[in-house]
């Protein structure tokens, strides 16, 4: 059996030089707090002799207090589901869990080339699965702390200059 839990609290870390930040609205949808959460301004990457190749990040965003509850005996995997909006030019850059303001297993982030060489970047994407803890030992203790979460922070395509947003419409573990 499994069960599907939606973050009760949104923070931003504070954003380091160059990155980009977010901000919430209302969403039609209601999916995150009744919010969605969408960048300030545009991520880009600029690729020029002159100057390098320059790509823009976003500041790190914390899903917690996932209010988690009716845990199984054993818990044998963690999944994240995540709708966005990222006009197929906003990569991965770290997906992992946290605990306690400290990142725990692996970052679980994607980035694979299919088999033409592209990064294909997909506004639904699952990261985990029914037998993936993520490299991390979690309890169900830890589960049900609200300091529990998942880490999202993206970066501009890596191979294509550009210059758009993104939005995240809906963040939802599954634990099973």
């Given amino acids: 059996m499994s069960y599907i839990y939606s973050p009760n609290l949104v923070q931003g870390a504070e954003p380091a030089e160059n990155e980009i930040t977010w901000k919430s609205e209302i969403s039609p949808l209601g999916n995150i707090l009744g919010h969605r959460w969408l960048t300030t301004s545009d991520l880009k990457h600029i690729s020029n002799p002159a100057c390098g190749d320059l790509r823009n990040r976003t500041q790190s965003l914390f899903f917690t207090d996932f209010k988690i509850t009716n845990l199984p005996t054993v818990i044998s995997g963690i999944q994240l589901s995540l709708q966005t909006q990222r006009n197929g030019r906003i990569a991965d850059d770290q997906i992992q869990l946290i605990y306690q303001g400290q990142e725990i297993g692996i970052n679980n982030f994607s980035y694979i080339t299919d088999a033409d060489g592209n990064l294909p970047i997909k506004n639904q994407m699952t990261y985990g699965s ?47």
């Fill in 130 to 176: 029914p037998t993936d803890l993520w490299g991390a030992d979690i309890t169900a203790e830890m589960l049900q702390d609200s300091t529990f979460g998942v880490i999202l922070k993206f970066q501009s395509h890596p191979y294509f200059p550009h210059s758009c947003g993104m939005l995240i419409d809906s963040v939802l573990l599954t634990i099973y």
